[in-house]
């Protein structure tokens, strides 16, 4: 079963630092999502995109957040000067139609010190 | 915005008993519902879901229900079994505008299912 993938698995950064979380969407899916959860807290919404532009996004994700589809098959997410509240894990998450079944990666533990 | 709630935030059976988890949420015009199911440490997985021209949907030992007038949703476990410890999320989708499948999550029940 197609799986959406994301890379690195883990991140450690000091505060401060940009960082880049990448990945692979379901092949033929065409929306894109990035969500977070903070350690023992509910999964939140962060930005969609979609037909090369963010369709949506959070309060969250402020000017220090950005995403790209720099080719047809990755996805990022950038954080240009992470802070210690960035710490988290990042899920990237895809979907067919935009409507339903959005299919979560495996996740980036984010950790800033 | 939407929002969704929650209850309860733990849940302790005993294998074979069955489970329920209930989430109300605040916008009429959500018109998706999924359950999603996650192990520690792993993502999130989807395990059923519901559209809000549907008031039941069942799967095997999982079954989710739907009240649009009291915007209150359920998710329904039967014959639970250890490995179905985790915990459970569910979800809320607003279809329309630019909202391309932004799901608002509830807080989380932890089901633990005891031998």
């Known amino acids: 079963e197609p799986e959406v993938t994301q890379t690195p698995s883990h991140q450690v950064t000091q505060m401060g630092q940009e960082v880049i979380l990448r990945c692979v969407p379901i092949?033929?899916?065409?929306?894109f999502y990035w969500y977070r959860q903070i350690l023992g807290q509910k999964v939140e919404f962060l930005v969609s995109?979609?037909?090369?532009?963010?369709?949506?996004k959070s309060e969250i994700f402020d000017d220090q957040f950005s995403v790209e589809r720099p080719d047809g098959s990755n996805f990022t997410l950038k954080i240009r000067s992470t802070k210690l509240e960035d710490s988290a894990m990042y899920f990237c998450?895809?979907?067919?139609?935009?409507?339903?079944?959005?299919?979560f990666g495996s996740g980036t533990q984010l950790s800033v010190l | 915005g939407e929002n969704v709630e929650q209850h309860p935030s733990t849940l302790s059976v005993q294998e074979g008993d069955s489970a329920v988890i209930k989430c109300t949420y605040s916008?009429?015009?959500?018109?998706?519902f999924p359950w999603y199911k996650q192990e520690l440490g792993k993502r999130p997985q989807l395990i059923i879901d519901i559209r809000s021209n549907v008031g039941e949907k069942k799967d095997q030992r999982i079954a989710v229900t739907l009240n649009k007038t009291a915007k209150h949703f359920s998710l329904h476990i039967t014959e639970t079994q250890p490995e179905d410890s985790a915990v459970y999320f569910c979800?809320?989708?607003?279809?329309?505008?630019?909202?391309?499948?932004?799901?608002?999550f509830g807080q989380g029940t932890i089901l633990t299912v005891h031998p």
């Open positions: 092949s033929n899916h065409l929306y």
């Open positions: 995109f979609y037909n090369n532009e963010i369709s949506e």
């Open positions: 916008d009429s015009a959500s018109n998706y």
């Open positions: 979800a809320a989708q607003t279809a329309g505008g630019t909202s391309y499948g932004k799901l608002t």
């Open positions: 998450a895809s979907s067919e139609d935009g409507y339903e079944k959005l299919f």
